[in-house]
């Protein structure tokens, strides 16, 4: 019997969101997600962990409050392309957190 109302019991099925949330967990790669307000909507533990920064302290503030040295770089650029032309974009860059390293950055637009 398939239950329509009340709060989650442990032996509900996961939902689609907790079945996100854990596959963004099992990745080794950081993971961000922002809403079209530039707010972060998703923060992942390897995200936690590379740029040292607490999912807690990080989640629902905007993008460019918790990264100003990504303004008026090609990160905004691109980031924009993502967000209002749905360009999604692969490239290599430096890293502003960890200067002797080298990062692939994937930014690609989300599906509504």
């Avoid at 019997?1 to 009340?6: D, F, I, K, Q, Y």
């Avoid at 950081?30 to 999912?55: M, S």
């Avoid at 392309?81 to 692939?104: C, I, K, N, Q, Y």
């Amino acid at each position: 019997m398939e239950r329509t109302e009340g709060p989650p019991r442990g032996d509900d099925p996961p939902t689609e969101l907790a079945r996100l949330q854990a596959a963004l967990e099992s990745v080794n790669d950081g993971l961000y997600a922002v809403d079209t307000d530039w707010r972060v909507v998703l923060f992942n533990r390897a995200a936690e962990e590379y740029f040292n920064l607490k999912r807690d302290d990080v989640l629902g503030r905007q993008l460019w409050d918790i990264f100003p040295q990504g303004r008026n770089q090609d990160y905004e650029r691109i980031c924009n392309l993502a967000m209002f032309e749905g360009v999604t974009t692969t490239w290599e860059a430096r890293s502003a957190f960890h200067p002797d390293r080298t990062v692939e950055l994937r930014m690609a637009p989300m599906a509504p």
